[in-house]
């Protein structure tokens, strides 16, 4: 998938042009991608785990550490192999997540998803292999950052995924279903920790390599909470009006397993609604980073227009 | 399981208390796991993260990192967080392994496999949550120790259980279920992959987090190999000769499978014999860490001389 403008982007206050800076990004993270993990023996799973690593998806996650670590005074060089390291993760909690055990999901950005190709035995390898290539692809490329940033880095990531994160949102998630009548402290619970725990750590690490003081830390994971939120809130409004061609996957799968969101909590327009405050609310976070913050201003800015 | 003394162990040379050292160290291991994960919301996650981590074995990966560290002048203290993290990766491989898509076992040291107790979706999450939880345990826990030696540590470990170390041995090894006729090369390479790889690595990161030369790297790295492989052919004789009652899981399952083993390749009495000449070579590289290594000489004699 790659950007396109058929979204409505609120109009920047400077020339900044968002997409060709999105574009160019993709392009630099699809490159170090490839890059990092070549096929050796055996070569069936690597061939496993570079099908889904290099399935396409906008790359969200490593364009928001680039862009903060950016932000903050650091380099995109010093942020690749974290950035890199982050879509890593993602894949790996794509992977486990659409096996039978779980969502049971044949396809993914419309193609099969990796155990209705490779089986089930090397999706669930797979992952294993990109969560434990993560950590140490970190360690091993990342050049001009002190140590104990890294080690911070790293900790950081293993919090976002752990039963303390991503694990432990996912958890509440394969509870929840068949309930549709769940609070929304619980909703709330399994969606700040299945998306939005990752989505801060890309903020917050991207921060960390610049080496990012406490208050700006927590300046930065503020504004993650709410943009992780918003997009979940999109999300869920799009399952509803979204068409599977669109999307690439089942449209309406929330509601038909009967799933709470946040529409049937508050309806569309109220959740549009929150959505929208939730943008303003992340954006007011970077206040403290002046003009500089307009990457991350308008990637706010794209997950509440985004149509897809 | 505990530690008892129905071994042939041959005689060491000092009076050391070989059987009374594993105990003492096995018994600080299990407080430390045990405080390792307190059961927090969502409980569920955390309890199935301790059933398997909690269930007993040996913690002889734990105890070879800790007996290692302390061999380069390293403390306990220094070694027990990478020590527990050890064991949590372990736990995630056997989590993993035992899964219906995998080797679908029922039965692990004699009690339900997690899945059998927690599902197949939690047993999945179980182990990506002990994954992610041992870097970040390592980061968080760890005092004492210089941030670039817990860096190597971090890689060491990401290098061991990712595809290019145990999660590559394991898909060898379910490739070569049902071909009883498999080279030696690829029995050998599952085998130091998928077990191998870990236990030097526990011995490896023993040394780093005392910061060993790399020369002391070396030898630490080939005596572990060699034990390494050791405690697999003894595996392999002990599936043919041990009963379920003593070994706690279905005795004879490798014949069963049509799996290669080394005895299949070489016979009992041959295997018994190149294990033995494995402990020998092992020992041999401790030779420049003089009387102190008396420890790792004592696991490395226990491996090929325990019944169960």
Redo the contacts between chains.
Sequence with gaps: MVFTNDIHLPKQGSDFDFFGYLAERQTRVEAALDGALPVI??E???EA?RYSLLAGGKRLRPILCIATCELLGGTLEMAMPTACSLEMIHT?SLI?DD?P??DNDDFRRGKLTNHKVF????A??A???L???????I??QTKSV???R???V??R???A???S?L??G???D??AEGQPNISLDTLNFIHTHKTGALLEACVVCGGMLAGATAKEVQHLSRYAQNIGLAFQIIDDILDITATRDILGKTAGKDLQAQKATYPSIWGLEESQRHAQQLVINAKAELAIFGEQAHPLIAIADYITSRRH
């Design positions: 023996y055996p069936k799973i690597y785990m790996m486990h096996l055990a779980m089986g089930e035995d090397i669930i390898l992952g294993d292999g969560l434990a290539y993560a950590f140490e692809f360690v091993t002190p140590a104990d890294l080690l911070q790293i900790a990531l293993g919090r995924v752990g039963a994160g694990v432990g996912q958890v509440m394969l509870d």
